[in-house]
């Protein structure tokens, strides 16, 4: 099988004789003309690329009846439907050294189930979505997980029956990076694998097949970094004004102001300073004027009484 191919489906023959594995859609080779087998393609479909981060990608399994003549001619029962989102390798199933789980997570419906799709053998016509399948846990080492109907078997009618296949929908969310299932082609490519179990009741078989996808890393977006750069904002840009005031020489002088706006600015107020007033001259009285002649009567006692002191004082010496 070329590593390449998108989709590869396997058969492997179990018969009375020894059974090989057969090629695409179950080329068989058998020791013995007179035996013919019975076979399951199994085709993982995936988007040929898809992105880290990627969310609800709807993937699905299809497995068809590929017997050959005389197993041909009856239905086949399936069973441990299972499946491997990410293998280094094509190989199924995933050999050891080759796992690479935690590439994709494998989910359902809202309703937390595959659905089996109408129109095919998984899905009854006359109800829309077919059969559900319970999903079980990824295998730790592998990833593998198994669809479980919810109830019956899935059954595939002969290939030229009207139902000969099952397609299983379901969804995956691409986490991680895979480690790189082929290194000649660019980006990394992982192998979703796939196997079945089949029976007439009789005979059985095992199907297996694989496909091959290619991830990449996410676009690293663009961001705007916040800067610190000044943005211009609208302003009132200040007016000069001119603003008189009086100083205390009474020569106005212009005082810019850079105000938004005409403001008052305080002015000093003169005050006059006080002057002080000479003593008040004391009034005379006239002569003639009855305190006039008391001053003069008072004056005259006055000047006798010291004239007597005087001639005493004399006399006595």
Same mark, same amino acid.
């Given at each position: 099988?070329?590593?390449?191919?998108?989709?590869?489906?396997?058969?492997?023959?179990?018969?009375?004789?020894?059974?090989v594995?057969?090629?695409?859609?179950?080329?068989?080779? /058998?020791?013995?003309?007179?035996? &013919?087998?019975?076979?399951?393609g /199994?085709?993982?479909?995936?988007?040929?690329?898809?992105?880290?981060?990627?969310?609800?990608?709807a993937?699905?399994?299809?497995?068809?009846?590929?017997?050959? &003549?005389?197993?041909?001619?009856?239905?086949?029962?399936?069973?441990?439907?299972?499946?491997?989102?990410?293998?280094?390798?094509?190989?199924t199933?995933?050999?050891?050294?080759?796992?690479?789980?935690? /590439?994709?997570? /494998?989910?359902?419906?809202?309703?937390?189930?595959?659905?089996?799709?109408?129109?095919?053998?998984?899905?009854d016509?006359?109800?829309?979505?077919?059969?559900?399948?319970?999903?079980?846990?990824?295998?730790?080492?592998?990833?593998?997980?198994?669809?479980?109907?919810?109830?019956?078997?899935?059954?595939?009618?002969?290939?030229?029956?009207?139902?000969?296949?099952?397609?299983?929908?379901?969804?995956?969310?691409?986490?991680?990076?895979?480690?790189?299932?082929?290194?000649?082609?660019?980006n990394?490519?992982?192998?979703?694998?796939?196997?079945?179990?089949?029976?007439?009741?009789?005979?059985?078989?095992?199907?297996?097949?694989?496909?091959? %996808?290619?991830?990449?890393?996410?676009?690293?977006?663009?961001?705007?970094?916040?800067?610190?750069?000044?943005?211009?904002?609208?302003?009132?840009?200040? %007016?000069?004004?001119?603003?008189?005031?009086n100083?205390?020489?009474?020569?106005?002088?212009?005082?810019? %102001?850079?105000?938004?706006?005409?403001?008052?600015?305080?002015?000093?107020?003169?005050?006059?300073?006080?002057?002080?007033?000479?003593?008040?001259?004391?009034?005379?009285?006239?002569? %003639?004027?009855?305190?006039?002649?008391?001053?003069?009567?008072?004056?005259?006692?006055?000047?006798?009484?010291?004239?007597?002191?005087?001639?005493?004082?004399?006399?006595?010496?």
């Amino acid at each position: 099988m070329c590593r390449s191919d998108r989709t590869l489906w396997r058969t492997v023959t179990m018969l009375p004789t020894t059974a090989v594995l057969s090629t695409v859609l179950s080329a068989f080779l /058998v020791n013995s003309p007179a035996f &013919a087998g019975i076979g399951v393609g /199994v085709a993982p479909t995936y988007p040929p690329l898809v992105v880290v981060g990627n969310t609800n990608l709807a993937v699905s399994l299809s497995l068809t009846n590929v017997s050959t &003549a005389p197993e041909s001619g009856g239905p086949i029962t399936l069973s441990l439907i299972r499946h491997t989102p990410s293998c280094v390798s094509d190989t199924t199933p995933c050999l050891p050294g080759d796992e690479d789980p935690g /590439v994709f997570l /494998v989910k359902g419906f809202p309703d937390g189930k595959a659905h089996g799709r109408a129109g095919t053998a998984c899905g009854d016509p006359n109800v829309p979505g077919g059969m559900n399948f319970t999903i079980g846990p990824p295998n730790a080492t592998t990833g593998e997980v198994e669809f479980i109907p919810d109830s019956g078997n899935v059954i595939l009618t002969s290939p030229s029956g009207a139902f000969p296949s099952c397609t299983i929908d379901f969804f995956v969310d691409v986490l991680k990076l895979p480690r790189d299932g082929d290194p000649v082609q660019p980006n990394a490519q992982t192998h979703q694998l796939g196997r079945v179990s089949a029976t007439t009741g009789i005979v059985s078989a095992t199907g297996t097949g694989s496909g091959l %996808t290619t991830v990449v890393a996410p676009t690293p977006t663009p961001t705007n970094t916040p800067t610190n750069t000044p943005t211009p904002t609208p302003t009132n840009t200040p %007016t000069p004004t001119t603003t008189r005031t009086n100083t205390p020489t009474g020569t106005p002088t212009s005082t810019p %102001t850079s105000t938004p706006t005409r403001t008052s600015t305080p002015t000093p107020t003169l005050t006059p300073t006080p002057t002080p007033s000479p003593p008040p001259i004391p009034v005379v009285p006239s002569p %003639t004027s009855p305190a006039g002649i008391v001053l003069i009567l008072g004056l005259s006692l006055s000047i006798g009484w010291m004239l007597r002191r005087v001639g005493r004082a004399a006399g006595s010496r």
